[in-house]
Structures are given as structure tokens and as C-alpha cells.
């Protein structure tokens, strides 16, 4: 069988993304199938760490190892 039509898994995980905004908009982006995904506003937990609340519903922010985090 050709190696042509095998395609590797090109996944990317939440948790792989540089600890930047335009780098979770693009993610979250792509992961909406292509459907605009941006910040409605900004907060600071208790801990100080900022928290960004997307279109998508959903809360994110940077931990402590400098990756996204979605804050349940």
C-alpha cells in the first residue's frame, strides 16, 4: 500500500498551544469547525491568574506549567 494515502495524526491538544491569546483563538477556531471563536471579556480568578471567557461558553486561563486550562 502507498504511504501517500496514510495520513498522521495532526491533532493538536489544548494543553500543546503556546500561553497566548491569538494562539487559543486560532485553536479554538479551527476546533469549531472554522467558525470564529473570540473573547467576550476578561476577569482575574482568586488566584490572579486572568481568565478569558470566549464565545464558545467556555472560561479559559494560563497554569502554573504555562499551558491552557479550561476552568470548569
Do not use: C
Not at 19 to 47: H, Q, W
Not at 55 to 64: E, K, M, R, T
Request: avoid cysteine; charged fraction near 25%.
Amino acid at each position: 500500500m502507498s504511504q501517500a494515502f496514510v495520513k498522521e495524526e495532526d491533532a493538536q491538544w489544548l494543553h500543546d498551544l503556546p500561553p497566548t491569546l491569538p494562539a487559543l483563538i486560532n485553536y479554538l477556531t479551527r476546533d469549531n469547525n472554522g467558525v470564529r471563536v473570540y473573547e467576550t471579556k476578561t476577569s482575574f480568578r482568586k488566584d490572579g491568574k486572568e481568565l478569558h471567557h470566549m464565545s464558545n461558553g467556555l472560561n479559559y486561563f494560563v497554569n502554573d506549567e504555562s499551558q491552557w486550562t479550561i476552568e470548569w
